[in-house]
């Protein structure tokens, strides 16, 4: 199992066991996250599971495609870390990561 943190919009903390295979966004939605609403259930076609990630963890996810692109252009908080949760895919390499949820 792979341990995340993710920090709501109003500053709470909740840690999450995640299991290795699964996203980010299913660990999110399993724990019931605030802020991730996973509208479209994971098919990256809504940006509603929208997270920042921290810097030292962004080599260990996967590349971002045209289509997450696409749909993040379209934030007005996007960042320069924003991913979506839909398309990051649980590893290892992810034990630790504090994620940031942002406004919608």
């Known amino acids: 199992m792979t341990y995340i943190t ?3 919009p ?3 903390k909740n840690t999450v066991t ?3 295979g699964t996203t980010l966004m299913e660990a999110a939605v399993d724990n019931d996250i605030p802020g991730i609403d996973a509208d479209c259930g994971g098919g990256c ?3 509603t599971c929208h997270v920042i990630l ?3 963890f962004m080599t260990a996810v996967s590349a971002m495609d045209e289509d ?3 749909l993040l252009d379209f934030l007005d908080n996007r960042q320069k ?3 979506l949760s839909c398309q990051i895919d649980i590893t290892d390499k992810l034990d630790g990561m504090i994620i940031v949820v942002p406004e919608i």
């Open 45 to 47: 076609a809504c940006a």
């Open 6 to 8: 993710f920090i709501s």
């Open 54 to 56: 921290p810097d030292d």
């Open 68 to 70: 997450e692109q696409y």
């Open 10 to 12: 109003n500053d709470e």
């Open 81 to 83: 870390n924003s991913r």
């Open 18 to 20: 995640a299991k290795v």
